[in-house]
């Protein structure tokens, strides 16, 4: 019986870094959280405070607490499900 418990608990520590691996979940990133920071193009206003904006090659759905125009540039300040949540970006920005 002590030999039983012994070798128990060897083969906890021992499995444990190996078990950690898969338990992980909330710290996959994504390539969307590189756009963060980033500066954008406005294409279009669809709906109160609801945009269609550029990075890079893809257009992507953004909101905004600010009054954007067609061709102004904001910046992506956080990912919210699939749409960026996007700031007016300043002349000395």
């Known amino acids: 019986m002590f030999i039983f418990s012994i070798f128990s608990i ?3 520590f021992l499995s444990k870094k190996y078990l950690n691996n898969f338990i992980k979940t909330n710290d996959t990133k994504t390539n969307i959280d590189n756009y963060i ?23 992507w759905n953004a909101i905004s607490n600010s009054d954007l125009k067609k061709d102004d540039i904001a910046i992506i300040i956080k990912k919210e499900g699939n749409h960026l949540i996007i700031k007016e ?5």
């Open 10 to 12: 060897i083969t906890i």
């Open 37 to 59: 920071g980033q500066q954008v193009k406005v294409l279009k206003k669809l709906d109160n405070n609801n945009y269609r904006i550029k990075i890079y090659s893809e257009e």
């Open 89 to 93: 970006a300043h002349n000395n920005e």
